[in-house]
């Protein structure tokens, strides 16, 4: 594979360049699946790798990867601006590159190229006409996607042509290379392509939601404001702006329910399209007798739409009223705190004789709606409301977030009637439940083999709990209360009335070898509903070594120059590149056996990377009285050192000092090396012997002289037994000597 990386070229239209990248990032051009070009995988560029295409290269799309063109798809509309991406699929690749161009039927350009992303630029294709992006220019080598990143996008954009030019191709050829050097073996090359149309411009319309209101449609009292309206317009294909009017008296026009009221309104249109826009109108009154007026969409290029409109005054005979309401009472009964709005229930009524708009007002924790399933609110001014026929009004309770009862009146009112109103009554109580007060997933945990992730966290609370608020991983997943100990496969959390207060949960991904796994935690609790948070986690590169030691030590207790009884403690190892090493501190000795071996070292050798558990043998052997401390460690190569703690104390031997000859005097004691042996008695008769604790004779001579020398200054320091023994071997004196150098 070549060191460097040959650049993607995504192609609009029918040709494409592909630019090949060599280590000072200039690509050769016109290597697409367009016509009249080749791609990458041509011999000489990156052609020697997973089969021979036709071109007797590397054949395209054949290493499991794929290249993508999105943010435009289908058509175009000319003039538009278009945020190109161009992604270069492959697992385990190393780099990317990738070149575009967009050309029309003809292969000429189309539309315009403009950078968008750093380390990209224009270059020319086929003989210099050809306009392309690619990836890097002379003297760099622009953004790549870096070693196993598996993906990258490229971005630009792209300008459609100023009118319509017919289909424009994209053509894109993907580069993905492993950087194993100048070698082909494992690049893979990808071509796509992509057609898109221009869309065909609508024709200008204008767009009403009714023709006519139904005579007659408006109320009032003798020179008094009376019933609103409401109808929708929408345009499009426009070629300018709309303008809503009213000819005619007693009539006014607004875009909200509560005015300002006018007699035009303005209707701006972009890019030809005027959203749908609610016009409400309003009748005023006059003395007597009915009045006729219309209301006139007209402008942008489309023909005008009317709506005529005619009032009529209302006198006393024909007074406005309401009837009283069907049911007058709506109980919602007892629901859970954050069970979510409550099923809607409805109630009826009868209005006559309207003068002015009708007004229904839910009290506080309701909302109201004419619709069963949406278009919910506090207060409601219905426009179409039924004259003389039954009008249906849905309630619902809003999701309580806190238990108590909540009563209330929802009320019908109208000009000239009296008010009506239904009483509607729900209690709410604590359920129980789990609230996830941060988040439903987390990001991807990445980890080394052996070794845990860095934590990340959620938060969870709950109320109404009967049992502990539970919090369960999958496998290789692990959690705590704390960020640095405790980690396990879940975790309980004990209620205090019933309530967990806001907790931080730590969560960490720890896989023994390297791999993928994806699922979630569950959050739980008896008779709760239980909550999901996603995790996933990419495991990957060499274990970690690791040392495990188990067991701990008690105080060891001895006479000086005496071992003391063993203890012992385990160790294991894992994925070791050394051998595991047991040291002993001063006064301490290790082995592998109960009996024998004992030292300050204990070395295992890992078979394959690994140590099974062992049992360490470990005692206290001090040669002097006293008392010591340390720490025998664990250690081997990249591993955080284990230690074990050790103590103990020692005591002065038991074995008195026998003298049968007052005249024997053995000194000094302790001695630096140097022993005398004095005596009155006749010393042509006397032995003098030196044994260590253990018994072993270390030295046996015979004294010549009243204050013979003995000279131990080859031996360690520790305790030595000096004896005098007479010609018949027995013992005339026997004393315990400290060497001390």
């Given at each position: 594979m070549k060191k460097t990386i040959t650049y993607l070229i995504l192609v609009f239209s029918s040709v494409g360049v592909f630019y090949q990248m060599y280590s000072n990032a200039n690509g050769a051009s016109s290597q697409t699946p367009a016509p009249g070009e080749v791609t990458c995988s041509q011999s000489g560029c990156h052609g020697s790798g997973n089969g021979e295409g036709s071109n007797g290269g590397l054949a395209d799309n054949m290493g499991g990867g794929s290249v993508i063109i999105s943010g435009i798809s289908g058509t175009y509309v000319p003039g538009t601006v278009y945020h190109i991406t161009v992604r270069v699929n492959q697992l385990g690749g190393g780099k990317f590159g990738f070149n575009c161009e967009a050309l029309d039927a003809s292969n000429g350009n189309a539309g315009t190229l403009t950078i968008t992303q750093s380390g990209t630029w224009l270059r020319a294709g086929i003989n210099g006409t050809r306009q392309g992006v690619s990836q890097g220019h002379s003297g760099t080598s622009g953004p790549t996607a870096g070693v196993g990143t598996d993906?990258?996008?490229?971005?630009?954009?792209?300008?459609?042509?100023?009118?319509?030019?017919?289909?424009?191709?994209?053509y894109a050829s993907g580069l993905a290379v492993n950087m194993s050097g100048l070698n082909d073996s494992g690049d893979e090359v990808y071509s796509t392509s992509l057609t898109v149309n221009p869309t065909v411009a609508p024709t200008a319309q204008i767009l009403l939601s009714r023709s006519t209101f139904t005579f007659p449609s408006f109320y009032a009292l003798p020179n008094t404001?009376?019933?609103?309206?409401?109808?929708?317009?929408?345009?499009?294909?426009?070629?300018?702006?709309l303008t809503a009017a009213v000819a005619g008296t007693q009539f006014q026009i607004a875009t909200s329910s509560s005015g300002p009221w006018v007699t035009s309104i303005p209707l701006t249109a972009t890019s030809?399209?005027?959203?749908?826009?609610?016009?409400?109108?309003?009748?005023?009154?006059?003395?007597?007798?009915?009045?006729?007026?219309?209301?006139?969409?007209?402008?942008?290029?489309?023909?005008?739409?009317?709506?005529?409109?005619?009032?009529?005054?209302?006198?006393?005979?024909?007074?406005p009223s309401i009837t009283t309401p069907t049911p007058t009472v709506i109980n919602f009964g007892t629901v859970s705190v954050g069970s979510g709005n409550a099923v809607a229930q409805s109630f009826t009524y009868t209005t006559a004789n309207p003068v002015g708009s009708l007004t229904l007002t839910a009290p506080a924790g309701y909302e109201i709606s004419s619709s069963p399933s949406y278009d919910y609110h506090a207060t409601i001014t219905p426009v179409f409301f039924g004259v003389g026929f039954t009008n249906v009004v849905y309630v619902r309770l809003i999701n309580p977030q806190t238990a108590g009862t909540f009563n209330g009146n929802v009320t019908i009112a109208m000009p000239g009637a009296t008010t009506q109103s239904v009483a509607v009554t729900a209690a709410a109580t604590?359920?129980?439940?789990?609230?996830?007060?941060?988040?439903?997933?987390?990001?991807?945990?990445?980890?080394?083999?052996?070794?845990?992730?860095?934590?990340?966290?959620?938060?969870?609370n709950g109320t109404g709990l009967t049992s502990t608020l539970d919090v369960q991983c999958i496998t290789n997943f692990e959690v705590s209360l704390s960020p640095t100990s405790g980690f396990g496969a879940s975790v309980s959390i004990n209620p205090s009335g019933g309530t967990v207060a806001p907790t931080t949960v730590y969560v960490r991904y720890n896989n023994p070898v390297a791999g993928l796994d994806a699922g979630s935690l569950t959050v739980g609790s008896t008779s709760a509903t239980n909550q999901?948070?996603?995790?996933?986690?990419?495991?990957?590169?060499?274990?970690?070594?690791?040392?495990?030691?188990?067991?701990?030590?008690?105080?060891?207790?001895?006479?000086a120059g005496t071992p003391s009884a063993n203890q012992t403690f385990t160790v294991s190892g894992s994925n070791l590149t050394a051998n595991l090493v047991v040291t002993a501190p001063t006064d301490f000795e290790v082995s592998l056996s109960s009996s024998v071996g004992f030292g300050s070292i204990v070395n295992l050798t890992p078979t394959s990377g690994s140590v099974a558990a062992t049992v360490i043998y470990a005692r206290y052997n001090p040669a002097i009285a006293g008392t010591s401390s340390g720490n025998i460690t664990i250690t081997s190569t990249g591993v955080v050192t284990q230690t074990v703690a050790v103590n103990g104390s020692s005591i002065t031997t038991n074995i008195n000092n026998i003298a049968k000859s007052e005249n024997i005097s053995i000194y000094?004691?302790?001695?630096?090396?140097?022993?005398?042996?004095?005596?009155?008695?006749?010393?042509?008769?006397?032995?003098?012997?030196?044994?260590?604790?253990?018994?072993?004779?270390?030295?046996?001579e015979k004294l010549n002289s009243s204050n013979e020398q003995i000279d131990l200054t080859n031996n360690a320091n520790g305790i030595y037994f000096v004896n005098v023994v007479d010609a018949n071997k027995n013992v005339i004196s026997k004393q315990r000597v400290v060497l001390r150098k």
């Open positions: 993906f990258f996008d490229f971005t630009f954009d792209w300008t459609a042509p100023a009118s319509s030019v017919g289909p424009v191709t994209f404001v009376g019933n609103t309206q409401v109808f929708w317009v929408a345009g499009q294909g426009l070629t300018g702006n030809g399209v005027v959203n749908g826009t609610a016009i409400y109108v309003q009748y005023t009154g006059s003395a007597s007798g009915t009045q006729t007026a219309t209301v006139t969409v007209s402008g942008g290029g489309a023909a005008s739409k009317t709506i005529p409109l005619s009032g009529v005054i209302r006198t006393a005979a024909t007074a604590n359920p129980a439940q789990l609230v996830l007060a941060s988040t439903r997933s987390l990001s991807l945990f990445t980890s080394n083999p052996g070794a845990p992730s860095a934590t990340q966290t959620i938060s969870v999901f948070v996603y995790i996933n986690g990419d495991c990957f590169g060499t274990p970690a070594p690791v040392i495990t030691e188990v067991g701990s030590l008690t105080n060891y207790t001895t006479t000094p004691n302790p001695s630096t090396g140097l022993v005398y042996v004095k005596t009155s008695a006749k010393f042509q008769d006397m032995f003098a012997s030196v044994t260590d604790i253990s018994g072993r004779v270390l030295l046996f």
